[in-house]
Every structure is written in C-alpha cells, then in structure tokens.
C-alpha cells in the first residue's frame, strides 16, 4: 500500500540495516543505495551524465523489468527518474514489488513534463486517487517545438532562492513521489474517463484541488517556516563550502 508522499528522495525513511536496493541510479545514486543496477552502460540518452557508483555499493548491469533477484530480497528498492522510460511500466513496477518489501518511487509529474519535457520520456505520470496513473506520452502530449527545461532545472535553482522555496513548498508540482509497503496501486492505459480527462481535458478548479491540495491557514504557516528555514539552511552551507 502507499505510505505517504515524500517531500524528496532525500525524505526516506530507511533504517541503518535496510539492504537497499536502486534500479537506474544513473549518473546521481542515492547514497543509501547498497546495489545500484542500470540497464544501459554505453549510452547517456536516458540520463544526464555518466554512471556513477558510490564508494561501497555494488554495481550490475540489470534490466529493470527482469531483475536477477529473488524475491524479496531487498528491504527496501528506490527507483527515480525512470519509470517514465521504461518499455512496460506494468512489468517494470511489478519487478520492484517482487524482490523489495519496502520502496520509493518517483517520476516527473504531468505538471513537469510540460515545464521540462524530455524526448527520452515514453509515458506521462500523475497520481489520481492514490493511484499511480500512466499513459503513452505520444497519445496525449501537446508537442513542443522547444521548451524551457533549462531554466527550469539550472537557471533559477542557481539563482532564486523563492523559486526554491516553491519547489520545496509544493514538490508534487514537479514530480510523482511516493512511498510504498508491500505494494501500491497502479493503472497503466487506463480507459476511464475519471482519469483519462486529467491528460486531455482543462482543469476546472476541482481537479487543480485534487493535485495541489490546499492547506489550512496553520498547516500553510508551518509549511512556510519549514521550507524558509529548510532553503536557508541549505544556501548557507553552500556558501560555507563555496558553492553557489
């Protein structure tokens, strides 16, 4: 079943003895990841830079949808950026449930597909419902001749501290994250009106709700002073280690 809604990658509740498993680290692997695996070594089109292995972590090449483990034989599996890629994304997750009794999930939002799309991206990825709704990208997506990912991704997280915020206030703005026991629910094509409208119709009100949930008056203040002193914190120790 699904958990909770992770602000981030960062925000995993992972105990010290978990054997942590993570399929397509690519360049960037979490760093609690025991055994990294990727099914392409020879080529970056699925990912920003080269792979990268951490210092103690176990590297194999591995296709997401035909793992080479045994059943539950994780405690835990994280898989980010790459549900979205993948040629079957029923038999991808599926695999994860399998050798994992534990995991995190995420994957760009509809929200940010649009914002920063990626010809590498087969399938837009929203959660209705608290169901992990898929459908082929090609079908849906309103193509762009351009797109401004660029300063989405890089330039203003290098620059404005407000549009940080933004992203640390409402993070399913951006992407699909969740946490999952056992298992979690999901609809690859689905057929229903009910969540088809959300790909190929104008939100009204209702539907901007049930994705952006509003907050009450405490709940946003918290919110506020969380993510204020959340960004601050992290700009001064970028600037104590001379980052920008």
Not at 142 to 167: A, E, N, Q, W
Not at 234 to 242: I, P, S, T, V, W
Request: charged share 30%; proline share 5%; net charge neutral.
């Amino acid at each position: 079943m699904k958990v909770r809604n992770p602000k981030s990658r960062s925000d995993l509740k992972i105990s010290k003895s978990d054997y942590v498993l993570e399929v397509g680290g690519g360049h960037n692997p979490h760093p609690r990841s025991n055994v990294v695996c990727d099914k392409f070594i020879d080529t970056n089109y699925h990912r920003s830079g080269d792979i990268k292995v951490r210092k103690d972590q176990k590297f194999l090449q591995a296709d997401g949808e035909n793992l080479p483990f045994k059943d539950k034989e994780f405690d835990y599996v994280i898989c980010n950026q790459v549900l979205e890629h993948v040629d079957n994304p029923a038999k991808f997750m599926d695999e994860q449930m399998r050798v994992s009794k534990r995991g995190y999930l995420e994957a760009p939002s509809l929200f940010g597909e649009y914002l920063f799309p990626k010809e590498s991206h087969r399938w837009l990825i929203l959660e209705i419902n608290n169901k992990v709704v898929i459908v082929e990208k090609a079908k849906f997506f309103r193509s762009l001749s351009f797109d401004f990912g660029d300063v989405f991704l890089h330039h203003l997280p290098t620059i404005s501290i407000p549009y940080k915020m933004l992203i640390r206030s409402y993070p399913e703005l951006f992407n699909v994250a969740i946490e999952w026991d056992n298992n979690f629910e999901y609809l690859v094509e689905p057929s229903e009106q009910e969540y088809l409208k959300y790909f190929n119709e104008y939100w009204d009100a209702k539907m901007i709700s049930s994705q952006l949930r509003p907050r009450s008056k405490s709940a946003e203040l918290l919110n506020a002073f969380q993510t204020f002193t959340g960004v601050f914190s992290d700009y001064f120790k970028n600037m104590l280690a001379g980052k920008k």
